[in-house]
């Protein structure tokens, strides 16, 4: 049995049916049990994603702890888009059933296109979390604000394999909120800085397809990757795709893999919604990408329209 854990609020409903529908489709011959963890969320909302786990044979289950389980914790950027609910994820260990070993944490503005059975069985002996590198893991400024060594390098909190019998034992959950009380001015990054912090000398990085960011499919990444083809053979076969910047759901979203979003959308009851239906949003579409068209700004996204399957005996990234 394969347990994942996803946080969510009402407003996150149909992003989330979309990941898991991509965890299943692509899944079929594990089994999986979903762990949801939400401030409230309407009857109508579960009985859909139990519905939707229900027609591959899964489970899913719905976590709704007290409110002033995150009384420590606040929003410190992005919280136009971030809710509190991002802190749950500092509290797997207090929340989830303690029989649960471990748990695959995934953000739910992911696409999941491979079988994840290899990286579920990722060793975690002594270990707190298999993890995959941020994009900004080479900003000093972060190593410098959370005060431990660069050498330790930095992870992408959004697809996490917890060892929970490990939290459990360390207090996980403790030593995030005692972090947060004793140096709130050194986070910014909200939860997932207070896990790197906490977890920093306790993680093991895997290979960047289960994780793939939008950061690694911006314009100029060709530029600093040592092998380029192989580099762009997984930027077009990531096993987890992460749309860590524009949603596919915003209008003015470019990721060049928006369309593996819509490809599972239509496998839930939002079947055809589209962010670009309306005349307004048509037309701010159209005034963003005029200059892009004409040349007169860099391409955000490198483009890959070109790119041939790239085949290596060897592990890839």
């Not at 011959?29 to 899964?58: F, K, M, R, W």
Request: with cysteine.
């Amino acid at each position: 049995m394969i347990h994942i854990a996803c946080n969510i609020d009402a407003h996150f409903t149909t992003h989330c049916a979309v990941t898991l529908v991509s965890l299943f489709e692509n899944n079929k011959t594990s089994d999986i049990c979903v762990h949801i963890i939400a401030p409230d969320l309407p009857d109508t909302d579960q009985e859909i994603l139990q519905d939707l786990a229900a027609d591959y044979g899964n489970e899913v289950y719905f976590y709704f702890p007290p409110a002033d389980l995150l009384s420590d914790f606040s929003i410190k950027k992005f919280g136009k888009r971030i809710s509190m609910t991002t802190y749950y994820r500092c509290m797997l260990s207090v929340i989830l059933p303690e029989q649960l070993e471990k748990v695959l944490y995934l953000d739910c503005d992911i696409v999941v296109l491979g079988d994840i059975m290899e990286f579920w069985e990722t060793d975690l002996s002594e270990c707190g979390a298999a993890c995959i590198e941020d994009i900004g893991k080479d900003e000093d400024e972060r190593y410098e604000r959370l005060h431990y060594d660069k050498s330790y390098s930095y992870f992408n909190a959004g697809v996490l394999l917890i060892n929970l019998s490990y939290w459990r034992e360390h207090k996980v959950d403790r030593q995030c909120v005692h972090y947060f009380r004793t140096y709130p001015e050194r986070i910014l990054f909200n939860d997932q800085d207070l896990l790197n912090v906490v977890l920093y000398k306790d993680k093991v990085f895997v290979p960047l397809m289960w994780n793939m960011q939008d950061g690694f499919y911006r314009y100029g990444i060709e530029k600093k990757v040592p092998d380029w083809p192989m580099f762009r053979w997984l930027l077009l076969h990531p096993a987890i795709l992460h749309y860590t910047n524009k949603k596919p759901w915003n209008y003015d979203s470019m990721h060049p893999l928006n369309s593996e979003y819509y490809n599972y959308l239509d496998m839930t009851p939002w079947k055809g919604k589209r962010p670009r239906l309306s005349f307004k949003s048509r037309l701010q579409w159209y005034a963003k990408i005029f200059p892009y068209m004409l040349g007169l700004r860099k391409p955000k996204y490198v483009n890959l329209s070109d790119s041939m399957p790239y085949r290596t005996k060897g592990r890839l990234i």
